[in-house]
């Protein structure tokens, strides 16, 4: 933390303070706050309570200088509805916080890597889309720079709950939620019927009766030590295919025009990669599907039609997949599963290595695609 105030200066330093009052990250901070929060100080000085909803819509915000541009939305979309149902609402009506840019100097590794630009990107081609393949979906709105959050919720709840102009929570932790998720109160995501017909005729132009096993690749300049090992994913596709099964690799989108070499012997299927209801139709529609370290496995957990093994080992060279974050998402029920996963969602701590692939395919054959 010095080390970054040398660096930025104190302004910096000021303004961090107060973001993590607003939005707490820290476990300390978190407890400090909501330490004040129960004598009702925040309720007098800082957030506005908000009386029951007299319709059927819950008002979610998603506060994006505070949560990231990715698949981790997928989450935050299945919290709100688990609040939602708790309140007895059917509805979500999303609204969207654009993050501000200050100064490039403010950047993060993350935004370092993907450029500003690829901001209201992901807004228009991942988070809303993501939330039109959720059940209680019913719109959005994006804020104006500047706008007063309060200014947009005349009456009725929100969520994160009590979320404000001076309080805005932050996306919990998947380990702080992980007993609600295991109540399994939630439907998910799932497949629009057109989505789900594209994918039915892409599926009789292969003029096969091989059951699809999707093989889902990470290449990504961010965090690239956890990135798919191609030629351990090559040999796994080949053996699936001696064992009468069709292969199908989906690029990452950031290097979708980039694997055609490599990959050239099998189906690399690249419209996903900028249609996310064909994703989610064509997850549907296979027999398993395989990820690692993927983000956008997120919607494929979520959704209970789809097969899955997701393989999510510790990577020392990475700032992310670390050890803590594997404990965080440690299986609840049994070394396979996680706590709200169907019986045919699998969770894997394995590195992609062939033996690896083989061996959990193997068992998971056994249980599900031998029948």
Known sequence: MLRKIKQKGIIWFLKRVAL???????????????????FNFFSRHVTRVLPISKNDTLYIFYDLNVEPHTFDFAYFLVDAEIFAKKKNIKKLFLWIIPKVIESQADDDDYTKAVGHHSFSWRINNMLLPISGLHSLYSGYGVLPKGASINSYVKEGLVYPENFTDTYRPRL??????????????FLGFSAPPQGKKYISEWVNSLNTDLSIISITLRQYGFDSSRNSNIQEWLKFADWLKERNYQPV????????WNLDGKLAQHIIFKEPCWNLGLRM??????????????????????????ASIVMMPVIKESKNATETMNTMHDPAYDSRRLAFAQQN?????????FENLKNDFLAYEKLYLLK
Do not use: H, M
Not at 20 to 38: D, G, L, N, T
Not at 345 to 353: F, G, Y
């Open 20 to 38: 993590e009052f607003r939005s707490p990250y820290y476990p300390a901070s978190k407890k400090i706050v909501s330490f004040i929060r129960k």
């Open 172 to 185: 919990a932790e998947f380990i702080e939620r992980r007993d609600t998720y295991q109540s399994n109160l």
């Open 249 to 256: 690799f989906v690029p990452d989108t950031e290097s979708c």
């Open 281 to 306: 139709a064509f997850y549907e529609e296979c027999a398993l599907n395989y990820f690692y370290s993927n983000g956008c496995a997120a919607i494929a957990v979520l959704n209970k039609n789809v």
């Open 345 to 353: 969602q699998w969770w894997s701590k394995d590195i992609d290595t």
